[in-house]
């Protein structure tokens, strides 16, 4: 289920949300342990961009150049803001974003992003006017070359359906938090996989805590040597997706490396797939 994109991305993407000041000592950490992804967001109440740019600084200065590394940033709606909104909110949607981006070139210090998303629809259930005019400065940021992939967030199955029918330049990445119990998003999964677009998921962990406590999952990781936490991450691999993760610990760090060091039977695959409940 890899879409045809896929090669172009990392296989493992590191995530920054939640870090505060430790942000840039952790995107060193990451890099160093072996992440080449690295995804944040122009949004101050959760991310602090400024610091995973001031981590590039240094990684460049130790001889990782910028294109090495695959950064990901996102646009978010100014209701996902609190009172730090990094652009005008009486402007004009295109205008904000547009602002939006160009500080996130400049908090990362970089000229291109290789991938950028809208970080969530305006409306519900569907698509509403906010969105198409959002969606349309993106694709000018996709034509300009300084954004390299584009895509959409925390998005439904109806959504994206919509914007990929109707959009002049389709998505590109989609970034969903999966649940297990409803299917791990396997409509917006298998949506992606016949569309060609590239499928991220996050909080596979977090929001999967049953899964890492599930009889099967812990007989699998035994009878591999790896832990429950590298079984889900793998099975999200094999299942299509680009797994993020924000762990703190530089332990972790190196065991998700080792993700990609193995794999699962198709029987292992069916247990996961399904898995509703404990």
């Given at each position: ?21 430790a942000t840039a000592e952790l995107v060193n950490t990451a890099v160093s342990s072996g992440f080449s992804g690295i995804d944040t967001a122009n949004q101050p109440r959760h991310y602090q961009e400024h610091l995973v740019g001031e981590a590039l600084l240094k990684l460049a200065s130790e001889g990782i150049d910028r294109e090495e590394l695959f950064i990901q940033s ?205």
């Amino acid at each position: 289920m890899i879409a045809d994109n896929s090669e172009k991305f990392p296989s493992f993407i590191y995530g920054t949300a939640w870090k505060r000041d430790a942000t840039a000592e952790l995107v060193n950490t990451a890099v160093s342990s072996g992440f080449s992804g690295i995804d944040t967001a122009n949004q101050p109440r959760h991310y602090q961009e400024h610091l995973v740019g001031e981590a590039l600084l240094k990684l460049a200065s130790e001889g990782i150049d910028r294109e090495e590394l695959f950064i990901q940033s996102k646009f978010t709606p100014a209701d996902g803001h609190d009172h730090r909104i990094p652009y005008d909110p009486s402007a004009d949607l295109s205008t904000q974003v547009k602002q939006s981006f160009e500080g996130s070139l400049k908090n990362l210090r970089t000229d291109y992003l290789d991938s950028y998303l809208l970080h969530g629809p305006y409306s519900q259930p569907g698509l509403g006017n906010e969105d198409w005019e959002v969606w349309s400065a993106i694709e000018d940021l996709y034509k300009s070359g300084k954004a390299r992939f584009i895509g959409i967030s925390n998005v439904n199955i109806v959504q994206l359906q919509l914007l990929t029918k109707k959009a002049r330049i389709k998505p590109m990445v989609v970034q969903n938090r999966c649940f297990a119990s409803r299917g791990w998003d396997r409509a917006v999964r298998v949506f992606c996989r016949d569309n060609h677009i590239v499928y991220e998921g996050f909080s596979l962990l977090t929001a999967n805590s049953f899964v890492l406590q599930n009889p099967g999952v812990q007989k699998i990781a035994r009878e591999l040597g790896r832990s429950p936490e590298q079984v889900v991450f793998r099975f999200s691999m094999q299942a299509g997706m680009i797994p993020l993760t924000g762990t703190r610990s530089e332990g972790h760090m190196k065991e998700d490396m080792l993700v990609r060091d193995f794999k699962l039977d198709s029987n292992d695959l069916n247990l996961i797939e399904n898995l509703t409940c404990i």
